[in-house]
């Protein structure tokens, strides 16, 4: 095939070169399309036209930029592939994707919003209408070049307040892209946001020659990202995908094209004694040339002080503005006392290695010391409330959970009250109410004022969004969860949380693709086995289930999976020794889970016993309870439909 391009040096873009994105299992297929497309005029460019010898990054990154048009190929394969990932990205971002699915699979997360025609009935051939409108989508991309800035488009769009593309879609019935044409590509293509207001702050190198100042440098990275993401005028990387490049190992323009922001903010802290000095600098992402740069000397007992000048000359630097008074106290939750901050800073540290029970119960101290250098110090309290809730459903048995629990909403009342425009306060106080008391009702109005005013916040929005999922409101879930991971896309948790709300909505190939993706960017996370474990099992894929939970090491996944997948094999003996290892191991803390394997098992009015014991001992596993695939059997039950009304979900 001819590889040339229109313009052989390399200036310019060129409306007839079209990019072919796909995996190398499905080069046959890919193959069929580039014919075609070079029948109908186009001159493309794809993987096969690297002479050997050349540098596979950079052919590509330039054909990227020639290209008027990116046709990417989602397959079974491809969704799974970084390379085709990373393409795809690309050319969402500048506004050149043309998505097709060639084996019916959906694309992954991150591109569900784009419409993707499936062009895999009827046969890669020109008399399949499919690829008719495929070309003409092609056509229309190509010929009027790249969409209009975000600049220039309604402030819904920029601000992502408009209605849900997915759902205006629907809502067009039959109508194809080659009656849309290009209007209706150029708004499917639109950003939500404008890249020149969104950055992400890279983790803060340490040049202390400490290992143990690590957390400062951490903690002061995080908090600028916390203070620069309450201005709603700014888009902020989400805490996990910035931390993915703390190794430096790319250059800046590949990190802002995978973290899909326009700047970056680096730098590096140097503590010495009383002293600490802080270098910061502001990158554009698409030339990769500092924009700005500036150090700041400070004594250590004014780190928080040192904290807003920084977060006040960068915003400066990028021409926007904070807020003026919003960004005080009210919405920052901070202190004034250096010592609280250091002992929040160490505890989050902790937390957030989510390592064990230990790791854990550290952070809550470290959080309850900062807490009483600074009762009024609303950060630390959320942070608090939320380390005694997590500890509460994780570790604890009935009596312990209880008194955990209702110190975790105090201390989340004691932060809204000292901080009341502060969203980890309400998002504390929410979590708290759903998982301790199981009041659904009461749980409603912190989600929501969390989600109000936690906008640039990945790790709320995704709370808020777990929570609507549990609650089978799918049209409030699946676009706040699609916000949380276009903030953060390289954050495990949140790829995680996406999963587990496909599996509630029925989408069981969704959540299975969503764990494997999670694992990729952390294999060591808990919970993704049993998460496609328990999916695989609602397709009927006993064995690739059982390979799962066999890998699963969190207890309440792995053993009722292994017991429901013997209960689907017709294995007794299996079941009865799961079940009772379940019963034996974690006692009063899997209740839950045993109503799970009984009502599976058949034994429907020993499940309904097991519930109710559950909700006496106010067990967090029947938050479930009304999105749960494996308790169907008992839907039809008076008394499983009198639980759901005594927790308020009908």
């Known amino acids: 095939m001819n590889g040339a391009t229109s313009d052989e040096s390399g200036a310019g873009q060129s409306t007839d070169y079209v990019f072919v994105s796909y995996a190398r299992p499905d080069a046959k297929a890919a193959q069929a399309i580039i014919a075609l497309l070079e029948r109908s005029g186009f001159r493309v460019w794809w993987d096969g036209l690297i002479p050997g010898g050349e540098r596979f990054g950079n052919e590509i990154s330039e054909a990227l930029e020639k290209a008027a048009a990116v ?62 409108r495929a070309l003409k989508a092609v056509s229309d991309v190509a010929a009027k070049g790249p969409a209009a800035e975000a600049s220039t488009a309604p402030a819904s769009h920029r601000e992502g307040l408009g209605v849900d593309r997915r759902t205006a879609l629907a809502a067009g019935g039959a109508v194809t892209i080659a009656a849309a044409g290009y209007a209706g590509w150029r708004f499917l293509l639109a950003p939500q946001d404008a890249r020149a207001n969104s950055v992400a702050v890279l983790p803060f190198e340490n040049l202390s020659g400490q290992p143990g100042q690590q957390y400062l440098s951490d903690g002061m990275a995080a908090e600028l990202r916390a203070k620069l993401s309450r201005n709603p005028l700014l888009r902020v990387a989400g805490q996990a995908s910035s931390n993915a490049f703390r190794d430096r190992s790319e250059s800046s323009k590949a990190i802002a094209r995978k973290l899909r922001v326009g700047n970056l903010i680096d730098g590096n802290v140097r503590a010495a004694g009383d002293q600490v000095r802080i270098a910061v600098e502001v990158i554009d992402g698409a030339s990769g040339f500092s924009k700005w740069s500036n150090s700041f000397d400070r004594p250590m007992d004014n780190l928080l002080q ?76 959320a942070a608090r409330s ?33 901080a009341r425009g502060f969203a980890d306060g309400y998002v504390a106080l929410g979590y708290a109410l759903f998982y301790g008391r199981l009041d659904i009702g009461a749980a409603d109005a912190p989600y929501q004022k969390a989600h109000d005013l936690g906008g640039g916040s990945a790790e709320v929005l995704s709370l808020y969004a777990l929570y609507r999922a549990r609650r089978r409101q799918f049209d409030r879930a699946f676009p706040v969860i699609e916000r949380a991971l276009s903030l953060d896309p390289l954050n ?66 792995a053993i009722p999976g292994r017991a429901i997948v013997a209960i689907r094999r017709r294995d007794e003996a299996g079941v009865g020794q799961a079940f009772e290892k379940l019963r034996r191991e974690e006692g009063d803390n899997g209740l839950y889970q045993q109503a799970q394997v009984l009502a599976q098992w058949g034994r429907k009015a020993d499940a309904l016993d097991t519930l109710d014991r559950a909700l006496r001992e106010q067990d967090s596993g029947l938050v479930y309870l009304l999105s749960d695939p494996f308790l169907a059997p008992l839907h039809e039950e008076a008394r499983f439909k009198s639980l759901l009304r005594k927790l308020h979900f009908v």
Request: include cysteine; charge should be negative.
């Open 306 to 381: 040192l904290q807003s000048d920084i977060a006040d000359a960068v915003s400066a630097a990028l021409s926007a503005q904070l807020g003026g008074g919003d960004e005080t106290k009210e919405r920052s939750g901070g202190t004034t006392n250096v010592a609280a901050f250091d002992a929040f800073l160490r505890g989050k540290e902790l937390f957030e290695s989510q390592a064990d029970e230990a790791s854990d119960r550290a952070a809550l101290a470290q959080f309850g010391n900062a807490v009483s250098r600074d009762p009024e110090y609303a950060a630390a309290l």
């Open 386 to 418: 939320r380390a005694l809730s997590v500890i509460a459903n994780q570790y604890a048995q009935a009596d312990e959970r209880r008194r955990l629990y209702g110190e975790a909403i105090a201390e989340a009342q004691r932060a809204i009250r000292n």
């Open 71 to 132: 046709v990417v190929l989602w397959s079974a394969n491809s969704t799974a592939s970084h390379w085709v990932q990373d393409e795809a990205s690309w050319a969402r971002d500048h506004h050149r994707l043309v998505p097709l699915s060639i084996d019916g699979s959906e694309p992954p997360l991150g591109f569900r919003q784009f419409q993707c025609l499936d062009v895999s009935k009827g046969g890669i051939k020109a008399g399949n209408p499919a690829i008719q």
């Open 492 to 557: 495990a948790g949140l790829v995680k949380s996406a999963g587990r709300i496909r599996f509630a909505s029925g989408d069981h190939e969704a959540a299975i693709s969503a764990a494997r993706r999670a694992l990729e960017l952390n294999p060591k996370l808990g919970g993704a086995h049993g998460d496609m474990g328990n999916a695989f099992l609602m397709l009927g894929r006993l064995d690739e289930a059982a390979a799962e939970f066999a890998t699963e090491k969190s207890a309440l996944l």
